[in-house]
T-cell receptor
Framework: QKEVEQNSGPLSVPEGAIASLNCTYS??????FFWYRQYSGKSPELIMS????GDKEDGRFTAQLNKASQYVSLLIRDSQPSDSATYLC????????????FGAGTRLAVHP | NAGVTQTPKFQVLKTGQSMTLQCAQD?????MYWYRQDPGMGLRLIYY???????DKGEVPNGYNVSRLNKREFSLRLESAAPSQTSVYFC?????????????FGPGTRLTVL
């Protein structure tokens, strides 16, 4: 059974701080990794995708991938109350043809 | 562009009733997906369609059937609804199934089975 694990949270951070969200996956052959943001009652929307080991930055967001450790993370700098949402980690397993496996999500709360 | 649309937004069924959830996309995407989302369990793939005329099972296909009517539309049918199918259902589409591509999600259908 291919799995994606996330801490359910809530992760509470003050406004302006760095929020760090973590995800581990079981399929060592996985090649692509995604972070989705989901506001309460809404559908998921893609924030970041990452395919290679290392860091990928996009504005206030940085995705980090370590395939040897089977670990992917999302850093949110200068956190804002509008970042309060559930963040879903998704992994495309080997041979997956984009049949993503999602973690249960981490709820982030940014307080003023 | 409307993106991915789903109907209905909300539905209440009695055990044993049937219904079809509709999904359409106007982005000329090849691949379409049906997921369910339950509290604390994330999204789980029910069925997907890599192209018009093809469908395949995902992680949790039991109790569901699908039809890829044309390139735009992908429907999900519950033949005999059960309380365990109470969930939020999301349709998604992507340009290609391989290599991995961004999935765009519809607004969801909130289904309650009594």
């Amino acid at each position: 059974q291919k799995e994606v694990e996330q801490n359910s949270g809530p992760l509470s951070v003050p406004e302006g701080a760095i929020a760090s969200l973590n995800c581990t996956y079981s399929d060592r052959g996985s090649q692509s990794f995604f972070w989705y943001r989901q506001y309460s009652g809404k559908s998921p929307e893609l924030i970041m995708s990452i395919y290679s080991n290392g860091d990928k930055e996009d504005g206030r967001f940085t995705a980090q991938l370590n395939k040897a450790s089977q670990y992917v993370s999302l850093l949110i700098r200068d956190s804002q109350p509008s970042d309060s949402a559930t963040y879903l980690c998704a992994v495309n397993p080997s041979g997956g043809y984009n049949k993503l496996i999602f973690g249960a999500g981490t709820r982030l709360a940014v307080h003023p | 562009n409307a993106g991915v649309t789903q109907t209905p937004k909300f539905q209440v069924l009695k055990t044993g009733q049937s219904m079809t959830l509709q999904c359409a996309q106007d982005m000329n995407h090849n691949s379409m997906y049906w997921y369910r989302q339950d509290p604390g369990m994330g999204l789980r793939l029910i069925y997907y369609s890599a192209s018009e005329g093809t469908t395949d099972k995902g992680e949790v296909p039991n109790g569901y059937n699908v039809s890829r009517l044309n390139k735009r539309e992908f429907s999900l049918r519950l033949e005999s609804a059960a309380p365990s199918q109470t969930s939020v259902y999301f349709c998604a589409s992507t340009r290609d199934s391989a290599p991995p591509d961004t999935q765009y999600f519809g607004p969801g259908t909130r289904l309650t089975v009594l």
